[in-house]
């Protein structure tokens, strides 16, 4: 007796193993097509001066989110002698309870990819807790960006697409709240 079946050759993990796959590459796919479509400036680099330094804040719902979908841009960016990077989390990602672990798991991840520690922050707002039937408002999203963007002196943001590269509807809140601040 087989607890999987197999089909011409393939068993039923690899069927799986490929049907995973092959949903990545379409999150991929979607990603790069919804990332064409819209790209927002927070303020012109009108400068001729090529040491001006780039002050980027990557805006994220969740800690992980900056593994999951950022980790090429943010390698790019901190090796750019111009660019300070900062990460702002709009969670701490409890919707599991593992909130503080997924904190201390963000700083640890971050030094990994050589951004200060003070250059990170994790917001604990009660109107921004993780979960999908959780809504966040666009005002309160802009509202943490807005500090940060003036605390650290930003001029660039990098955040999640329309889509929320998944889905997410916090991720998509995280997008809609970046663009109401922008706007």
């Known amino acids: 007796f087989n607890m999987f079946p197999s089909f011409e050759g393939f068993s039923f993990l690899d069927i799986i193993f490929a049907s995973l796959v092959f949903l990545n590459v379409y999150l991929l796919v979607i990603s ?8 927002y400036k927070v303020k012109p680099n009108i400068s001729n001066n090529p040491n001006q330094v780039d002050n980027i804040l990557l805006v994220i719902a969740h800690p992980d989110d900056e593994s999951m979908f950022f ?16 990460i702002l989390c709009l969670s701490t990602g409890n919707f599991d309870g593992l909130g503080s672990v997924r904190t201390e798991e963000l700083y640890k991840c971050a030094k990994v990819l050589k951004i200060k520690k003070n250059h990170v922050k994790v917001v604990d707002d009660s109107k921004l807790q993780d979960g999908k039937n959780n809504s966040w408002l666009k005002r309160d999203v802009a509202k ?3 500090s940060y963007v003036n605390l650290w002196s930003i001029n660039k943001i990098i955040t999640f697409d329309d889509y929320g590269v998944s889905g997410h509807e916090n991720h ?6 970046v663009v109401y601040f922008y706007e």
């Open 32 to 39: 790069i097509i919804a990332t064409k479509k819209k790209s």
């Open 71 to 86: 980790v090429p841009t943010i390698r790019t960016l901190v090796e750019e002698p111009t660019s300070n990077v900062h």
């Open 144 to 146: 943490q960006v807005s």
């Open 172 to 177: 998509t809140d995280t997008s809609r709240g």
